[in-house]
């Protein structure tokens, strides 16, 4: 799809060019006149009535009350011409292309001798509209290199224009960009963008990461890299948007209490939803739809602030599935429909106060919007890619020494990667060390099948829908690339397919993904793809992916990774090696976990916010744990100031109640440490976060994350601690008394007059203890 600025941005560009030749835009105004009237798109008797017409209403609105007996002559004939070249811009705008306006300006110009080529060589990028500074650095671009090497200084400073007015105005982005990115790539993005704004952080990102390693010298690397084909909705259109719809009373939503913002998101979302988009965005929408054809899209938040150095946003606004099977009119609704969806999840109460714990509510933060056609291929009705996932740069969470750290971790699912991202239900993706990629968490035979992926994500094409299925439910002997994903358990023993015919069905199939890492060079391609990424980012990177596998005539088989986002890595602070210390007395150990633990040490904590399992299980509702989390965010805000850690069963942050208390990022940003308990009766055993973005989250506010599986013997926590030092839960706030049984709040102090609680973590013993110490 050719790249078509909407009448907007053609009319403001048009505007800035004229400026630039005040004496000249006369004659200009002239000949673009000329080419309206020819061309038939307004007759000129018309075109000079409307302009009679407006002028007398110009009149009026500056307060003259006989429009026909108080202008001099000569000011009303400047008053008609200022009219007349306003009408003919936004006329020739609304219905003829920039190029055409280029042509009249250049011809107009070369009847006063100009050189072209100098003056668009002296063109200033700051000031002039963004065509001309695409066209000042094509002239330089193709300029043989000796005479080229002249204007380089003035090529950067054009390129960095170009970023700054098409992608992202971050300085830590543009440092980066400006090395990489052609005029050839940046005129490929801006004939894919649609509408007016940058294309925001989340295409930037991906944008970036697949420039960089197109021009790695590996050229086996370069050959197996792709992105999908996208398209970008420039962030300024959601401003155009609420403008149209009448939605900016709700632009104050940021500075609203926590309570305001969550009973007025349904009101919020309800009304963005409602809108409406102008025809001329409308039928781009209809244009690109029709180049894409019958496949399915992805429609992802892309905001200014998302994907940025040190703010990830990560899950906090919203990615929609389309199917895109249905007559053009019901997909262009459905496209519609998920773009304004997203711009409402700009107002998101858990967006706002993650905004507000990173300081940004003032930040003027737009949304853009990437539209992808979603990797995969059909599978009879389903349609998924072979592989999806998450990569990281960096393991910041080793199960055993050996693992280096600094050759990255992923986080791998079969199907859309919505399942290797977002901290789901009952379910497992395969965790790999890239360093050992074979090498489990937990080699027993029960647990490799306990803790593999057991539900998928596909879209229905029959159906026209996203869905979530049992993997037995989809997987069968003739889905081409099940060799390499899946392994057959026979009583205990995984072995690899060798044939269609599964003895057993489906439910005898385990996916492992263990003949992908043997027989493919996933593992190696991933590391090098992250080590390069690193190293132009400067700075650690997590990457999603989904990748492609296809078996060649010799029966080996080919492996594509296609690069759906790219941003820098969040981390917990580097901090000199805590160090555990010996012969603790039993009576000052509060708890005690080897199961993952970082690296790290909190001293000085006051305060303990506890959920005990057995009262939170009692919870009858989904209803009633959501009103717990809120109740715990309400102590998140009370403590802020104050050193605290949330401590209770199960897999916080999870859509499933039953998992765990189902907190959001703005329930706990305050906390120091998230400690999960696990256990029988207490909650499932523990899945490492790694590579969620929850687990992004709660890094990024620099909070350590641990659990405890009170099932293994070698881990502990003092009971009396939890369950019988008093609660402080009412001086704080009012909880309905069903609730109260299942909310604790501990202060250190009653247990031991005097003293607080310190956290140390080692994580090359791989242990975490937290113990009482006197008070300094």
């Given at each position: 799809?050719?790249y078509?600025?909407?009448s907007s941005e053609?009319?403001?560009?048009i505007?800035?060019?004229?400026?630039?030749?005040?004496?000249?835009?006369t004659?200009?105004?002239?000949?673009?006149?000329?080419?309206?009237f020819?061309?038939?798109?307004?007759?000129?008797?018309?075109?000079?009535?409307?302009?009679r017409?407006?002028?007398?209403?110009?009149?009026?609105?500056?307060?003259?009350?006989?429009?026909?007996?108080e202008?001099?002559a000569?000011?009303w004939?400047m008053?008609?011409?200022?009219?007349?070249?306003q009408l003919?811009?936004l006329?020739?705008?609304?219905?003829?292309?920039?190029?055409?306006f280029e042509?009249?300006v250049?011809?107009v110009l070369?009847?006063?001798?100009?050189?072209?080529r100098?003056?668009?060589?002296?063109?200033?990028p700051e000031?002039?509209?963004?065509?001309?500074?695409f066209?000042?650095?094509?002239?330089?671009?193709?300029?043989?290199?000796?005479?080229?090497?002249?204007?380089?200084?003035?090529?950067?400073e054009s390129?960095v224009v170009l970023i700054?007015?098409?992608?992202?105005?971050?300085?830590?982005?543009?440092?980066?960009?400006?090395?990489?990115?052609?005029?050839a790539?940046?005129?490929?993005?801006?004939r894919?963008?649609?509408?007016?704004?940058?294309?925001g952080g989340?295409?930037?990102?991906m944008m970036l990461?697949?420039?960089?390693?197109?021009?790695?010298?590996?050229?086996?690397?370069?050959s197996?890299?792709?992105?999908?084909?996208s398209?970008f909705?420039?962030?300024?259109?959601m401003?155009?948007?609420?403008a149209v719809?009448n939605?900016?009373?709700?632009?104050?939503?940021?500075?609203?209490?926590?309570?305001?913002?969550?009973?007025e998101f349904?009101?919020?979302?309800?009304?963005?939803e409602?809108g409406?988009f102008?025809?001329?965005?409308?039928?781009r929408f209809q244009?690109?739809?029709?180049?894409?054809?019958p496949?399915?899209?992805?429609v992802?938040?892309?905001s200014?602030?998302e994907d940025?150095?040190?703010?990830s946003?990560a899950?906090k606004?919203?990615?929609?599935?389309?199917a895109?099977q249905?007559?053009?009119?019901?997909?262009l609704?459905?496209?519609t429909?998920a773009?304004?969806?997203?711009?409402?999840?700009?107002l998101?109460?858990?967006?706002l106060l993650?905004?507000?714990?990173?300081?940004l509510?003032?930040?003027?933060?737009?949304?853009?919007?990437?539209?992808q056609?979603?990797q995969?291929?059909?599978?009879?009705?389903?349609?998924?890619?072979?592989?999806?996932?998450?990569?990281f740069s960096?393991?910041?969470?080793?199960w055993?020494?050996?693992?280096?750290?600094?050759d990255?971790?992923?986080?791998?699912?079969?199907?859309?990667?919505?399942?290797?991202?977002?901290?789901?239900?009952?379910?497992y993706?395969r965790?790999?060390?890239?360093?050992?990629?074979t090498?489990?968490?937990?080699?027993?035979?029960?647990?490799?099948?306990r803790?593999?992926?057991?539900?998928v994500?596909?879209?229905?094409?029959?159906?026209?829908d996203f869905?979530?299925?049992?993997?037995?439910?989809?997987?069968?002997?003739h889905?081409?690339?099940?060799?390499?994903?899946?392994?057959l358990?026979?009583?205990?023993?995984f072995?690899?397919l060798?044939?269609t015919?599964?003895?057993g069905?489906?439910?005898?199939?385990?996916?492992?993904?263990?003949e992908l890492l043997?027989?493919t060079?996933?593992a190696i391609?991933m590391?090098?793809?992250?080590?390069?990424l690193?190293?132009?980012y400067r700075?650690?990177?997590?990457m999603?992916?989904?990748?492609a596998l296809?078996?060649?005539?010799?029966?080996?088989p080919?492996?594509?990774?296609?690069?759906?986002q790219?941003?820098p890595q969040?981390?917990?602070?580097s901090?000199e090696?805590?160090?555990?210390?010996?012969?603790?007395?039993?009576?000052?150990?509060?708890?005690?976990?080897?199961?993952?633990?970082?690296?790290?040490?909190?001293?000085r904590?006051?305060?303990?916010?506890?959920?005990?399992?057995s009262?939170?299980?009692?919870?009858?509702?989904?209803n009633?744990?959501?009103?717990l989390a809120?109740?715990?965010g309400?102590?998140?805000?009370?403590?802020?100031?104050?050193n605290?850690?949330?401590?209770?069963?199960?897999?916080?942050g999870?859509?499933n109640?039953?998992?765990?208390?189902?907190i959001?990022?703005?329930?706990?940003?305050?906390?120091?440490a998230?400690?999960e308990?696990?256990?029988?009766g207490?909650?499932?055993p523990?899945?490492?976060?790694l590579g969620?973005?929850?687990?992004?989250?709660?890094?990024?506010?620099?909070?350590?994350?641990?659990?405890?599986?009170?099932?293994?013997?070698?881990?502990?926590?003092?009971?009396?601690?939890f369950?019988?030092?008093?609660?402080?839960l009412?001086?704080?706030?009012?909880?309905r008394?069903?609730?109260?049984?299942?909310?604790?709040?501990?202060?250190?102090?009653d247990?031991?007059?005097?003293?607080t609680?310190?956290?140390v973590?080692?994580?090359?013993?791989?242990q975490?203890v937290?113990?009482?110490?006197?008070?300094?």
């Amino acid at each position: 799809m050719a790249y078509s600025p909407t009448s907007s941005e053609r009319l403001l560009s048009i505007y800035l060019t004229l400026g630039q030749y005040p004496i000249l835009s006369t004659r200009i105004h002239n000949r673009m006149r000329r080419e309206l009237f020819t061309r038939g798109i307004i007759q000129q008797h018309a075109f000079e009535s409307e302009v009679r017409d407006m002028a007398i209403r110009t009149q009026t609105q500056e307060g003259l009350v006989n429009p026909y007996g108080e202008e001099p002559a000569e000011i009303w004939d400047m008053r008609l011409n200022r009219v007349r070249d306003q009408l003919t811009s936004l006329i020739f705008s609304q219905h003829l292309p920039f190029e055409l306006f280029e042509q009249i300006v250049n011809e107009v110009l070369q009847e006063r001798g100009v050189n072209l080529r100098e003056m668009t060589l002296s063109l200033n990028p700051e000031l002039a509209p963004i065509e001309l500074v695409f066209e000042q650095a094509m002239t330089i671009d193709r300029m043989p290199y000796e005479q080229r090497s002249q204007f380089e200084a003035r090529l950067q400073e054009s390129k960095v224009v170009l970023i700054r007015s098409l992608i992202s105005d971050s300085l830590r982005y543009i440092n980066i960009a400006k090395q990489w990115f052609t005029i050839a790539d940046l005129a490929e993005i801006r004939r894919r963008k649609i509408g007016a704004g940058r294309i925001g952080g989340k295409a930037a990102g991906m944008m970036l990461a697949y420039r960089i390693l197109k021009d790695s010298s590996d050229l086996t690397l370069r050959s197996q890299i792709y992105i999908p084909e996208s398209y970008f909705v420039g962030s300024d259109e959601m401003y155009t948007f609420m403008a149209v719809n009448n939605l900016g009373h709700w632009n104050d939503q940021k500075y609203k209490n926590e309570a305001e913002m969550r009973a007025e998101f349904p009101a919020v979302l309800a009304e963005f939803e409602a809108g409406v988009f102008s025809p001329d965005l409308l039928e781009r929408f209809q244009s690109m739809l029709s180049t894409v054809g019958p496949v399915p899209l992805i429609v992802r938040s892309s905001s200014l602030l998302e994907d940025n150095f040190g703010t990830s946003f990560a899950g906090k606004y919203e990615s929609l599935f389309l199917a895109n099977q249905a007559s053009p009119q019901e997909n262009l609704r459905a496209l519609t429909r998920a773009i304004s969806h997203i711009y409402g999840s700009t107002l998101n109460p858990n967006a706002l106060l993650y905004r507000r714990s990173k300081g940004l509510l003032d930040y003027d933060e737009r949304m853009g919007v990437l539209i992808q056609v979603v990797q995969g291929e059909a599978f009879g009705r389903y349609y998924m890619p072979h592989g999806a996932g998450v990569a990281f740069s960096r393991n910041l969470y080793r199960w055993t020494p050996q693992i280096r750290r600094e050759d990255g971790f992923v986080r791998l699912v079969w199907g859309l990667g919505t399942r290797a991202v977002d901290r789901v239900g009952n379910d497992y993706p395969r965790l790999i060390a890239l360093s050992h990629p074979t090498l489990r968490p937990n080699n027993e035979p029960k647990n490799i099948r306990r803790y593999s992926q057991q539900y998928v994500d596909v879209i229905d094409l029959e159906d026209n829908d996203f869905k979530t299925l049992p993997v037995v439910d989809v997987l069968d002997g003739h889905y081409p690339p099940l060799r390499y994903l899946a392994q057959l358990d026979q009583d205990g023993y995984f072995v690899p397919l060798h044939s269609t015919v599964i003895e057993g069905g489906a439910s005898s199939l385990v996916l492992t993904f263990d003949e992908l890492l043997k027989r493919t060079p996933f593992a190696i391609l991933m590391r090098e793809v992250l080590a390069q990424l690193e190293r132009s980012y400067r700075t650690p990177v997590d990457m999603e992916f989904t990748i492609a596998l296809k078996e060649l005539e010799n029966g080996k088989p080919e492996l594509s990774l296609t690069i759906l986002q790219c941003r820098p890595q969040a981390h917990l602070m580097s901090m000199e090696k805590a160090i555990l210390p010996e012969n603790l007395p039993a009576e000052d150990v509060i708890f005690n976990t080897h199961f993952m633990v970082p690296q790290g040490m909190i001293e000085r904590i006051d305060y303990v916010v506890y959920v005990p399992a057995s009262g939170y299980f009692a919870l009858p509702t989904a209803n009633d744990r959501a009103l717990l989390a809120r109740a715990v965010g309400s102590l998140n805000a009370a403590l802020d100031g104050k050193n605290f850690i949330c401590v209770g069963p199960g897999r916080w942050g999870s859509t499933n109640t039953d998992l765990g208390v189902p907190i959001d990022y703005g329930d706990i940003y305050h906390t120091r440490a998230l400690v999960e308990l696990a256990g029988q009766g207490i909650g499932l055993p523990p899945e490492p976060s790694l590579g969620t973005h929850f687990f992004q989250d709660i890094l990024e506010a620099q909070i350590y994350p641990l659990a405890i599986h009170l099932d293994d013997p070698q881990n502990s926590i003092n009971t009396a601690f939890f369950e019988e030092t008093p609660n402080h839960l009412d001086e704080v706030l009012q909880l309905r008394e069903d609730l109260r049984g299942a909310l604790r709040l501990i202060r250190v102090g009653d247990y031991r007059p005097g003293h607080t609680l310190r956290i140390v973590m080692d994580e090359d013993k791989g242990q975490a203890v937290g113990y009482l110490v006197k008070a300094e």
